[in-house]
């Protein structure tokens, strides 16, 4: 590995930039702007304490550029992942000469490592807030029954019922977490809350269990046990029991799933649950990376149903889905559609339209904010109207139009620009001391030509003809610049690629101002004359 850079000065330095070679470079190409490049800035070759200085910080940069590119792990580690890679610990026990599948293997593992170090150190919040709203007033109403009461022209809309509840998680060791959680509900006046308390362990690599207790005004107290078992690589099981305690006695209850790969995307799942509510369930689940399809059927006490639902997921910025689904049973039948789309970096905003028989029409409005789930049930009508159908439908949709253009896009936009303000800000060290390391190898680099002209100069009296009397070489002549050097020789310098004679017949000369290590020069030779520039140079 490379020595260590005191500010971490090769963050932001491309190490291919630096050497000024290819990203496919030989070892021979490397080799060779290596030595080229540290006579160019070896400290040695500087008097001048300030510019010793920056020429050993140059060296520095280019001496472990070169240490990484030379070595061929650290090269393979340095192409896929860039500096970062580098800076993952456990390389070191890594076996050499491996290909870079398996670098990146190994890459992934290390990532996995670390993470998993971190969030054994912090809790993994999770909540939901649902609101349910009955708005049956806004289409079931009869006219006949609100015109003799006072305000009976206006609709009522009430909220009839709520749900909270969170959850958090503790590590307590490498295997052991304990997770906190609790909910509130309140229906039509009526409510009750429970508080539950699970420890889980991981027992193996292929497997966890896990002990619940809880309590509630509602249910009663709760023991329970769950347990997740890997049966090979491509299938698991989970079983679950429970003894739920109240004043009607012991209610015991069992659930068991069993899920198997299909291929690649696809899973299959077999579900068997006794107790008050005893069903067998199956399901296939096809999640791909531009649709999401699940088929499930289910007989038991007291519903039977069949469902089938499809997912597509637009390939765009704001990851936008839209979806439908249709589920029939013992209960009637229920078809519902609707979309989500992303409006923030961690904010997902999705509406769906219900409409059922019995059930009648639904409008349900979901955000997602981080782990924060926002949940929204309206209740339209217990009939199947086409204007509440219609209202749901367009309704959300032009509500959302006006606030993505009245509210989300001028705060993204607000958002986008704070954080440029702060990149900017936190990179104006960083611009400082790129601007310091170019100019020390301009100055390193010893010879820069700033302005050359060529041609004849007149008197002060006569400026006004200047600029027909001369032309600007300043290109043309840093182009002849090598290793810091300028020799032209005893001829015309009207035959050099890229001049001209603007004064034929006339006595020319060639007026240079350059800059060598740092300082300030100006030359006038004679069109015919040899120029050497600096004066030392041989």
């Known amino acids: 590995m490379a020595p260590a850079l005191e500010d971490d000065e090769i963050d932001n330095n491309d190490y291919y930039s630096l050497l000024n070679v290819r990203r496919e470079a030989t070892q021979e190409e490397l080799k060779g702007s290596y030595r080229r490049l540290c006579m160019l800035y070896h400290p040695d070759k500087h008097r001048d304490p300030e510019l010793k200085r920056q020429a050993e910080q140059l060296f520095n940069l280019v001496h472990q550029a070169y240490e990484v590119l030379s070595d061929p792990q650290l090269r393979a580690i340095y192409d896929i992942y860039g500096k970062r890679g580098l800076d993952v610990e456990g390389w070191e026990v890594v076996e050499r000469k491996r290909t870079p599948v398996e670098i990146r293997e190994e890459f992934e593992r290390l990532q996995r490592e670390r993470e998993e170090r971190r969030l054994q150190q912090r809790t993994n919040p999770k909540g939901m807030i649902s609101v349910g709203v009955d708005a049956t007033d806004l289409f079931d109403r009869y006219e006949e029954d609100y015109k003799d009461l006072p305000g009976g022209g206006f609709p009522h809309v009430e909220i009839n019922k709520m749900h909270i509840s969170q959850s958090i998680e503790a590590p307590l060791t490498t295997t052991d977490t304990a997770v906190l959680s609790g909910s509130l509900s309140t229906h039509n006046g009526n409510g009750g809350g429970n508080i539950n308390l699970a420890l889980r362990r991981v027992t193996s690599a292929k497997g966890w269990g896990e002990v619940e207790f809880g309590a509630g005004d509602s249910h009663g107290p709760l023991l329970g046990m769950k347990i997740f078992r890997n049966l090979t690589a491509r299938c698991f099981v989970t079983a679950q029991c429970g003894l739920q305690f109240s004043s009607r006695g012991v209610r015991p209850g069992c659930t068991t799933v069993l899920a198997r790969h299909l291929d690649k995307n696809t899973m299959g799942y077999l579900q068997w649950r006794w107790g008050t509510q005893s069903s067998m369930n199956t399901s296939i689940v096809r999640d791909t990376k531009t649709s999401h399809f699940t088929f499930a059927m289910q007989l038991g006490i007291p519903h039977s149903f069949m469902m ?27 078809v519902e559609y609707g979309a989500e789309r992303k409006i923030s970096r961690h904010s997902v905003l999705g509406a769906t339209v219900s409409v059922g028989v019995p059930q009648g029409v639904s409008l349900k409005i979901k955000l997602n904010r981080a782990s924060q789930t926002y949940f929204f049930p309206i209740h339209l009508t217990d009939q199947l109207l086409p204007s509440a159908v219609f209202y749901a439908t367009v309704g959300p949709l032009i509500f959302y139009l006006a606030i993505q253009r009245l509210i989300i896009r001028p705060y993204v936009r607000a958002q986008q620009e704070q954080d440029l303000e702060k990149h900017r800000e936190s990179s104006a060290s960083d611009i400082a001391r790129k601007k310091q ?5 301009v100055s390193a ?6 302005n050359a002209w060529f041609g004849k100069f007149v008197t002060d009296n006569s400026r006004r003809h200047e ?15 090598k290793d810091s050097k300028l020799i032209l020789t005893e001829a015309t310098k009207t035959g050099l690629p890229g001049f001209y004679d603007p004064c034929v017949g006339e006595e020319k000369s060639l007026k240079v101002l350059y800059q060598f290590r740092g300082v300030m020069h100006q030359v006038l030779s004679p069109d015919g004359e040899a120029l050497r520039i600096p004066k030392q140079c041989r």
């Open 308 to 334: 089938m639902s499809y997912q597509y997921k637009f390939q765009d910025d704001e990851q936008t889905k839209v979806k439908g689904s249709i589920k029939s049973g013992f209960f009637g039948t229920v």
């Open 437 to 441: 390391e170019a100019e020390s190898a």
């Open 445 to 450: 680099r010893c010879l820069i030509i700033l």
């Open 467 to 481: 600029r027909a009397k001369v032309i600007d070489v300043s290109v043309p002549l840093q182009c002849l610049v």
